[in-house]
């Protein structure tokens, strides 16, 4: 199987669905920005996740470099990390050029949701403080979270398999997700139509 990218903007239920798959085939999780902030912290870079963001550049893509070569080297693995990442000047790749030729993914999973059922979500979430909650400003990430994943898929060779997270059907989703893992169980629910494309 290899590795399997598992992406979703935030309140989609990403980590629910990957937890779920991950027990479902007894698989390890790999949480991409926790395996960098391992590799920072053991180089006595950031004593926090939060520093991780104040190193030079340079030293971040060497970080990304090393914490990809340790995904690799786990085998069979679900790789939670972002597709883009918003920023005030754009959408930035999550998954580089050098991450994907490191990690070799075999498929790439984008879990969708309703965008009015993400921004239900983010708004109930008192944890977190996001910078825009608009309707229009969830549907253009998930877009362009489509459009990473063309791109991640033209340069390694890997699939590229959308996920419907649908309010209280994680079964379903889960049911989606498992012909990528290489189940030989039947879905036992068919794909929803994707929500909110324009």
Known sequence: MGAII?????GVGKTTVMEA??????LRIAV?????FEVASARGLVASR??????????QKAIQKDAAKRIAGMGDVIVDTHCSIKTPTGYLPGLPAWVLAELEPTAIVLV???????????QGDGTRRRDDDS?????????????????YATLSGATVHTV????????DALAQMMPVLGSSKPAHAKPSAPMGAR
């Open 164 to 171: 419907y997270n649908q309010d209280g059907a994680v079964e």
């Open 50 to 59: 939060d520093e991780m963001r104040k190193l030079p550049a340079e030293t």
């Open 32 to 36: 991409y920005g926790t395996v960098m």
């Open 135 to 151: 309707l229009e400003a969830i549907i253009e990430h998930q877009e362009y979270n489509r459009r990473f994943a063309a791109a």
């Open 112 to 122: 969708e949701a309703d965008p009015q059922a993400i921004l239900r979500r983010r």
């Open 21 to 26: 798959a991950a027990k479902a085939r007894d």
């Open 6 to 10: 598992v992406t979703g903007i935030p």
